[in-house]
Nanobody, 124 residues
Framework: QVQLMESGGGSVQAGGSLRLSCTASGDTQIRRMLWFRQAPGKQREGVATISTSALTTDYWDAVKGRFTISLDNAKKTLYLQMNNLKPEDTGMYYC??????????????????WGQGTQVTVTS
């Protein structure tokens, strides 16, 4: 079983930057990881995903060029660097992990393990 803990959220003005972190513990033979978000009244949206071996990545079109997902395997920590933030990026950000599949997908429900989330608020 994988335990995930996010940190790094906060409040920032539009155009600003934040870096989110997600530290994994427990069964850390993780194959793929995901950042997703959920705003009040909206569905969960997959933001970025990464494979832990080849470090292959994929991004939601809405964040391409602004967000970067990265992984420090030695520290068992996943990052999301968010630049040029917009008010529509506001929401609770979660990391997710899977120890079984290598298939990169932005669908949160396909990842069995989720963290508790960290809030990101972008003001205009």
């Amino acid at each position: 079983q994988v335990q995930l803990m996010e940190s790094g959220g906060g409040s920032v003005q539009a155009g600003g930057s934040l870096r989110l972190s997600c530290t994994a513990s427990g069964d850390t033979q993780i194959r793929r990881m995901l950042w997703f978000r959920q705003a009040p009244g909206k569905q969960r949206e997959g933001v970025a995903t990464i494979s832990t071996s080849a470090l292959t990545t994929d991004y939601w079109d809405a964040v391409k060029g602004r967000f970067t997902i990265s992984l420090d395997n030695a520290k068992k920590t996943l990052y999301l660097q968010m630049n040029n933030l917009k008010p529509e990026d506001t929401g609770m950000y979660y990391c997710a992990a899977d120890v079984r599949s290598w298939l990169l997908t932005l669908v949160p429900a396909s990842y069995p393990s989720w963290g508790q989330g960290t809030q990101v608020t972008v003001t205009s």
